[in-house]
Each structure stands twice: as structure tokens, then as C-alpha cells.
């Protein structure tokens, strides 16, 4: 009985932390699962099949194409940046720069991301006006950055500097020996290129496309800050309805539809983790 | 078996700003030939090697290879085949994609491609491995599939930079003799860049010792290592006691001891090298100098003594004859009449200049003689 | 020479899509709605707007117990775990990593019951986030640890203290933070930027911290809003600027 009791003392070391985890994360999170499949405290599944509707299943859509697309902009983008940047040595005043600067706009809230747009293409932005004043053309004259080409804009503002901080540790892993080994065998650039990066850093950049989509699909400030009437994406529907005055006969709609956000994140990660598990077979 | 091909650097010189990395380096590798360029780190010798491949360009100097210019040429069109020190082998690839790489690149058909990967697998010892990746494989393997990767292109120049430091000293001895035994049976040219003077002396047709861009001599292991041509090449290659000498005509007076002084001794006042092998200490009750240290070492001994003035001389000799030495024991000093080399008294350096050989203690295999460094 | 030229051009472009819209936020932030011309008065409202003062307060407290929170809570465990239970590291490392993939969004939403008791036995200030930011800042603070605890030997350092006679909280506060620095340092700029951006649960649980006030203000001040929200930026790259100099000095040698 000491024995066992012996043995359970190191984990109790890890109470306090396992505790708070359960109350301030997993509680949460249950409490989503289960208020999904409930309906005026009774088990339902009329949330769930309400993610079905019409405008649930046009906001996923729309959720889908803003997180893809600036994903892959955000990715290729990021990756052509990482690239520019990895040359120069750590030290170089000018990559210490790059990267800070692209950890402060991956890191911080989307509502000053949003306000830097409007501030430059909004409504009485600068370039708005310069553009008025100057050219006589009416950049904003469909309000487009309040809805979703507005919104693929502003992502693209913080996917790019996360998939530079994502991707250059995969890209700073490219030894230079192989590069030289490669061009004393004959290679050409575009050979050294074709059989030997892009193999190498495929999984690295599939994986930092992946991350940014599960980012741009959870993302909220960014949107809720630009985006005051209707919602086009998940998020957004959320949003609406937590806060919704009209109750709409749905009070656990939210849930669902959070519950959906989280499958399908969750999806992402595990091929994320794949893909960085079949890399790491190789490194190292 | 390829027909050799010679390889002339015709007075190199690289500088980067004030640092001379090389300079004016001229230096011929007959075909077949494997050369050695030995130094401590900094003096160039894989500057040399990198310029020759083409990974690096001088700034003024020639490279002829087979008679055929080819300083300008770029890297990839040189038809020569290097092994790095370490990390060059490609991931994601299998070995034997790996060992086929260049001939990828050179346009040969798949088939042809995997039985010239398996030939050279074989020839380095390595046929069972053909499907793994490097990560599955140890250092020393690593380093025969490099060899063979480079190999496999029947190369007109083989380069090897440093291609054992990152290895285990065990691994190391046993894959240098692999390497000479490859090159010898294929005979391609080859420059191999080490600062192990062990390794040096035992693989190579001649040696160049390199110190800060210059070349100091170029020999044979066995003359370089008897007839040191400058004070650095004698104090780096080999171990030496400096004693006090007296040079007149061609001939050093050390310790009593008549010797031959080597071309390139001073005149006059000096330091004569003497090679602790040359050193016979005879017991004697009126002896003048004192035994300090006796270090048993398998097959040799090597004993350290201090002479009434100070100055310590370590003597080397087969383990029986060191067996009867004690500590606080008078002995006698005598030299063998090897030539030696005196140099000038000021210019005696710090021992870090030496090289780095077998690790201080033992021999790594007791069989070859001990030479190794002074700074140990 | 044709090379340099094209990374020129890149460059400058990225450098364009970056600083454009910082320096319209400077230039719209400075504007004289009313009369024309430049004016401060947005700025100095942010000194000086009750509201705006109060959540940039409110920030700056939540940022520093967050931190604070975050070392008291993972330093301890993932050392502890290192010393006694290494096998379950990999549990530890999903744990801390699970925020990542359940976002912020989705624990807001079953997050407000939590809160119910968190008002009744903390009260409602707006610090009372804190103990939902830490849960946010885990993974990005998780990595920062783990790599600089896996610098370092924690075994032989703390069995060299405690043969010595140190206590455990000695081995962790004298021995082993020391040591980590960097990682702790890299933890909390990072924590920090987070907490002063972070918009989704503040807003939806109702506290008026600085990125809901901006958002507010949005409406009726615009001036203030991008002053404001240029000043957050601009103190999240200058606190990962210092950070790049930190770890100048401890560059792991290879991956």
C-alpha cells in the first residue's frame, strides 16, 4: 500500500496544472459538446441538424474559401518572404526586424489589424482619398472591405508573417552542404530545385499551409471588428448566436455550430501532425 | 581502373579584405596520385580543395585540370566527385537513389542507374544496405556512401574534405585505410584535406603541409617526416624535443652528440629538433640527467627527463627496454646520428601549433608508430 | 547581379504591403476631422479618454498576471516532469498543444457557466481573464520552455543542487529559471503581445479590455481606434525586437 502510494506522489506533483486544464479548458469544451446535443435542457439533435440549414452551410462555405485562399496566399507569400530572409545571417539587423515585425502582426489581436485597413482602404482611408483625390477612382465604392474580399486582405495580413515564422525554421534546415553536394554532382539550379528542395521542404510547407488554414478557419477579431451587419462566415454566426436578442428557437445554435468549427480544426491538426511525423523520418 | 588525370593549381591566391586565406598556392597532383593537404585549421588547405571544385572562386591563380582550363567553370560542370565531412548525403533519398544522384543528373536511364549504385556499394562494403535512408545509417557508413556517391560518376578528380574528423576515432582508422584501398583501386586523382597528421602520413602518395595560405613543403609521409624542410613543418609533423645546439659546417653539436643538420638548419646557435626515437637513455649512476614521468603505452614506452639546466627530453622506446627505468633514476642521454633540423632559437613556438594525431595517451592500434602532436 | 536586383524588388514590395498600412494609421490617427490639418489629440486621448485609460490599464494588468500565471502553473510542471515523470512528457506536450486546436471562439462559447463562478468568487474585473489567457498562451509558451529546458541538463543541474542541500523550490527558482532565462523571457513577450491583441473571449464574456474598447470606439471615435491599435502593434514588434537581441547571445548550436 506505501509502495503504491509511493509511486502516485510524483504525479500528484502535476495536480494543480492537470486541475486548472480540466476547469478553464476541458469543462469548456464539454460544455459545447454536450449543449450541441441538447434543446430546452432536453437531448436534441434539432441543433445538429440545424448546421444543415441553408445559411450555416453558405457561411461554412464562405469559411471555407476565406481560410483556403488565404491559406495558399498566405503560404506561398510567407514562403517567397521566409525565402528573402533565411540568406541573411541571424544576426543581420535587417532579418531581426522582418521577423519581430512578422511575430507582432502574427500574434496580435486581429482588431488592430482590421483598423490598419481601414485606416488605408476603409471608407475615409488614406488611400482611399489619395486615390479619390488623385486619380478620381472610387476605390471603395462597393464597400468590398467589409465583406469577404475585404476580409481575405486583411488575413493575408497576419498569415503571411505566421507562415514566415512557421516556415523558416524548415527552410533554415536546408543544409548548404547539400546544396553543394548537389552542384559537384551536376546539378543545375533548377535540378537542385526540382530533386532536392522541393522534396525536402514539401512536408514542412504543406504542414505550415495546413496551420494557416486552421488559423484563418477559428480566426474572429479580425472579422467581427470589420464586420458589423450580417455573417457571412462561422465565426461570425457564433457571434450571432450568443448575442442575438431574437432568440430563434435555437438557444444552443452557437454550440453546434462551435462544435462543427472544432471537428473540423481538429481534422486539420491530425493530417498536420502526419505530415510532420513523415518528415521527421528524414531529418535527422 | 581510369587512366589518371593531372591536376595543376597554379598560383592560388583568395582574400577576403586584409585575411589571406590563400597565398599563391602552386601545386601538381600526378594522375592516380592521392595528396594529402595537412595543416591546422585557418592555413587554407580546404580553401585550396573548395577552389578546385568550384564551390569557391579565386582571386587570382589558375586551375588546369588534364590540360584543360577550368578556373571559370562552374561547379556542377567539372566532372569531379567530393565527400564532405558530414550531412551531404540527401535525406530523402535511399542510399542507392543517393550513390545514383549524379548519374540522375548526367541523364542516365534508371536501370543502368541502380547497377552502377550497387557496383559502388559494393565496392565500399555496403551492398546489403541499397534501400535505407542515412538516417538509418551509422557515421562511417554515411561517409562510404558519400565515397561511392561520388564515385559513381567515374570522376577525372576526387576531393575529400576532411571526410573522417566527425568520425569515432576506431571508425576513423579503419575507414582511411578503406578510402586508400578504393582510390588505389580505382585510380582517379585525388586531393584529400585533413588536419590529422596520422591520417596524413598513413594514406597518402605525398603530403603538403600548409600553414597560414602557403604551401611549406611537399614530400613523401617518410621524408617529411625525417627531413622536415621549415621550423613549423618539423614542430607539427611528429613529436620533437628542442635541445640547445651548435651548428658549423653542415654538422649540430646536441648534448655532446655529434649530428647532421638538415638543409634549412641555421647557422651557429639554435634549436635542434630531435625525434624522442632518437633519444637512448643508458642508466648510470653519475648520469646527468634525472627520470621524471615513465608512461607504458602497450608496445612503446615513452619516459620524460629533466636535465640539470631544466629543460625536459622525452625519449621513446620499444616497452621492454622502458621496462627497467624507475622514477629519480640517473640515466644517461644519447642521441642516434639521425639528421636533424635546428632552428632558429627566437622562433621557438608554443606547442599549440601541432597537430592534432592519435589521442595522448595510447596508440590508437599499437601497431603503427606513435606519432602525435605535442599537445597531448 | 540580376539576383540582387529581384530580391531588391521583393523586398521593397513586402516592405510596401507592411508599412503602407502603418503609415496610414499614423497619418489617419493624426488628422484634424474638424478643422484640417495634423493634430495629437487622438494620441493624447489615449492618455487621457477615462474609458481608453482605464482599458489600456486593464490590458497592461492582464498581460502581467497572465504571465506571471503562465510561469507559476508550467514552469513547475514540465520541470517536475522532466525530474520524476518523463514519460509523460508526450501527455503534457498534447495537453499544452490542445489550445491550438480548440480555439478561442469555441471555449468562450461553453467558457460563460466557468465564469459564473469565477464573478462570484473573484469578482468582475476585467483581470479575472486571466485565468482563460493563460489557457490561450500555453502552446506558444509550452515550445519556448521546452526548448530551453531541453538546452540544458535539468537532471544533473538539480541532483548537483539537491546534493548540495537545496530544497526544491531553491532548485527551481536558483538553479533551473536561471538557466532558462531565454525561454522564460521568449515565453512572456510573447504571452504578453497575445494578451494585448486577444478580442474574442474578452468581448463575448463583456470586459472592456483594450481591443474591445478600440473595437467600440470604432464606431464613434475612428481617430482614437487607430491610434490606439497602431500603438499595440507597434509595442508587440518592439517587445519581440528586444527578444531577438536576447537570444543573440543563446543560439543552439545546429537544429
Known amino acids: 500500500m506505501r509502495a503504491r502510494l509511493g509511486r502516485l506522489t510524483p504525479a500528484l506533483g502535476l495536480v494543480p496544472f492537470l486541475l486548472y486544464l480540466l476547469v478553464f479548458l476541458l469543462v469548456p469544451t464539454l460544455v459545447v459538446l454536450v449543449g450541441s446535443f441538447q434543446e430546452g435542457g432536453r437531448f436534441s439533435l434539432t441543433n445538429i441538424r440545424a448546421l444543415s440549414d441553408p445559411s450555416i452551410l453558405h457561411a461554412l462555405q464562405e469559411s471555407v474559401v476565406l481560410s483556403g485562399s488565404t491559406a495558399l496566399l498566405g503560404g506561398v507569400l510567407g514562403a517567397l518572404l521566409a525565402w528573402l530572409v533565411v540568406g541573411l545571417s541571424p544576426t543581420n539587423v535587417v532579418r531581426r526586424f522582418v521577423v519581430s515585425l512578422c511575430g507582432a502582426f502574427a500574434q496580435t489581436g486581429g482588431v488592430s489589424l482590421a483598423f490598419a485597413w481601414i485606416a488605408t482602404i476603409g471608407l475615409s482611408g488614406v488611400v482611399t482619398q489619395w486615390f479619390d483625390d488623385h486619380l478620381h477612382v472610387q476605390l471603395m465604392g462597393s464597400g468590398w472591405l467589409y465583406a469577404l474580399p475585404g476580409l481575405i486582405l486583411v488575413y493575408c495580413y497576419f498569415q503571411i508573417p505566421l507562415m514566415v515564422i512557421v516556415f523558416l525554421p524548415a527552410l533554415e534546415g536546408l543544409r548548404p552542404q547539400w546544396r553543394e553536394a548537389a552542384v559537384n554532382l551536376g546539378a543545375s539550379k533548377w535540378q537542385y530545385f526540382t530533386q532536392v528542395v522541393v522534396p525536402l521542404l514539401r512536408p514542412a510547407f504543406l504542414g505550415s499551409v495546413l496551420l494557416l488554414f486552421a488559423n484563418a478557419f477559428a480566426a474572429y477579431a479580425t472579422a467581427a471588428a470589420l464586420v458589423s451587419q450580417g455573417s457571412p462566415i462561422l465565426p461570425l454566426k457564433i457571434r450571432e448566436g450568443l448575442t442575438s436578442e431574437i432568440v430563434l428557437g435555437r438557444q444552443h445554435l452557437a454550440y453546434a455550430i462551435a462544435l462543427e468549427m472544432v471537428v473540423v480544426v481538429a481534422i486539420i491538426m491530425v493530417l498536420y501532425a502526419l505530415l510532420l511525423r513523415r518528415s521527421a523520418r528524414w531529418m535527422r | 581502373m581510369t587512366d589518371g588525370t593531372r591536376v595543376e593549381l597554379v598560383d592560388l591566391h583568395r582574400h577576403y579584405g586584409p585575411v589571406r586565406a590563400l597565398d599563391g598556392l602552386t601545386l601538381t597532383i600526378e594522375p592516380g596520385e592521392m595528396v594529402v593537404l595537412l595543416g591546422p585549421s585557418g592555413c587554407g588547405k580546404t580553401t585550396a580543395l573548395r ?70 556499394l559494393e565496392l565500399v562494403g555496403l551492398a546489403k544496405q541499397v534501400d535505407r535512408y542515412p538516417a538509418q545509417l551509422s557515421g562511417g557508413q554515411q561517409q562510404r556512401v558519400a565515397l561511392a556517391r561520388a564515385l559513381a560518376i567515374e570522376p577525372a578528380v576526387l576531393l575529400l574534405d576532411e571526410p573522417l574528423s566527425a568520425l569515432d576515432a576506431k571508425v576513423r582508422v579503419q575507414l582511411r585505410d578503406e578510402i586508400r584501398r578504393v582510390q ?32 611549406e613543403q611537399i614530400a613523401t609521409p617518410t621524408e617529411l617526416y625525417s627531413a622536415p624542410a621549415t621550423p613549423f613543418v618539423g614542430e607539427f609533423v611528429g613529436l620533437s624535443n628542442r635541445l640547445a645546439a651548435e651548428v658549423t659546417g653542415g654538422e649540430a653539436v646536441v648534448m655532446g652528440n655529434r649530428l647532421p643538420a638538415l638543409a634549412g ?77 635546428v632552428i632558429p632559437p627566437e622562433t621557438g613556438r608554443p606547442p599549440e601549433e601541432a597537430a592534432p594525431g592519435a589521442p595522448g595517451a595510447a596508440p590508437t592500434t599499437g601497431i603503427t608508430p606513435a606519432i602525435s602532436g605535442r599537445d597531448q | 547581379m540580376t539576383r540582387r536586383l529581384v530580391r531588391g524588388v521583393l523586398f521593397l514590395l513586402f516592405a510596401l504591403y507592411f508599412f503602407v498600412p502603418l503609415l496610414a494609421m499614423l497619418d489617419f490617427s493624426t488628422r484634424n476631422l474638424v478643422g484640417g490639418g495634423r493634430t495629437w489629440d487622438a494620441w493624447k486621448a489615449l492618455g487621457v479618454d477615462p474609458q481608453v485609460r482605464t482599458a489600456i490599464l486593464a490590458s497592461l494588468g492582464l498581460a502581467v498576471c497572465t504571465v506571471a500565471l503562465m510561469l507559476v502553473m508550467l514552469l513547475p510542471t514540465m520541470v517536475w516532469v522532466r525530474l520524476r515523470l518523463p514519460r509523460l512528457s508526450r501527455v503534457i506536450e498534447f495537453l499544452c498543444l490542445l489550445p491550438l486546436t480548440i480555439p478561442a471562439l469555441v471555449i468562450v462559447v461553453g467558457l460563460s457557466g466557468v465564469y459564473a463562478w469565477v464573478n462570484y468568487f473573484f469578482g468582475y474585473s476585467p483581470l479575472v481573464l486571466t485565468f482563460a489567457y493563460t489557457v490561450l498562451v500555453l502552446p506558444y509558451s509550452y515550445r519556448a520552455l521546452d526548448a530551453s529546458l531541453g538546452a540544458i541538463d535539468v537532471r544533473t543541474l538539480s541532483e548537483a543542487a539537491r546534493s548540495l542541500g537545496a530544497g526544491w523550490f531553491t532548485v ?9 532565462w531565454g525561454g522564460v523571457l521568449s515565453a512572456a513577450f510573447i504571452s504578453v503581445a497575445l494578451v494585448l491583441g486577444e478580442y474574442t473571449i474578452a468581448s463575448l464574456l463583456n470586459y472592456n479590455t483594450l481591443p474591445v474598447v478600440i473595437a467600440l470606439l470604432g464606431k464613434s471615435s475612428g481617430t482614437v481606434s487607430v491610434a490606439a491599435s497602431l500603438a499595440s502593434i507597434m509595442f508587440a514588434a518592439l517587445l519581440l525586437l528586444l527578444l531577438s537581441f536576447v537570444h543573440r547571445r543563446r543560439m543552439p548550436r545546429g537544429s
Open chain 3, 172 to 180: 527551481i527558482t536558483r538553479v533551473v529559471v536561471p538557466n532558462v
Open chain 2, 184 to 215: 588505389v583501386e580505382v585510380g582517379t586523382t585525388t586531393l584529400f584535406v585533413t588536419h590529422d597528421q596520422e591520417e596524413a602520413l598513413a594514406v597518402a602518395d605525398r603530403v603538403g603541409v600548409m600553414n597560414t595560405g602557403r604551401l
Open chain 2, 265 to 341: 638548419s641555421v647557422d651557429g646557435h639554435g634549436l635542434a629538433l630531435v625525434r624522442p626515437e632518437s633519444v637512448r637513455l643508458v642508466p648510470a649512476a653519475d648520469g646527468t640527467a634525472t627520470v621524471r614521468t615513465v608512461s607504458f603505452l602497450g608496445a612503446l614506452s615513452r619516459v620524460t627527463c629533466e636535465l640539470p639546466d631544466g629543460t625536459d627530453v622525452l625519449a621513446q622506446m620499444g616497452s621492454d627496454q622502458g621496462a627497467g627505468l624507475r622514477v629519480g633514476e640517473r640515466v644517461g642521454i644519447e642521441l642516434a646520428p639521425t639528421p636533424v633540423l
Open chain 2, 51 to 120: 577552389i578546385l571544385a568550384g564551390l569557391e572562386e579565386a582571386t587570382s591563380g589558375r586551375v588546369v585540370v588534364a590540360d584543360k582550363e577550368l578556373t571559370h567553370t562552374p561547379a556542377n560542370k567539372r566532372d569531379m566527385g567530393m565527400v564532405f565531412q558530414a550531412y551531404s548525403l540527401f535525406p530523402h533519398l535511399t542510399v542507392a537513389e543517393n550513390v545514383g544522384f549524379g548519374l540522375k543528373m548526367r541523364g542516365r536511364g534508371g536501370r543502368r542507374r541502380q547497377d552502377r549504385a550497387r557496383e559502388m
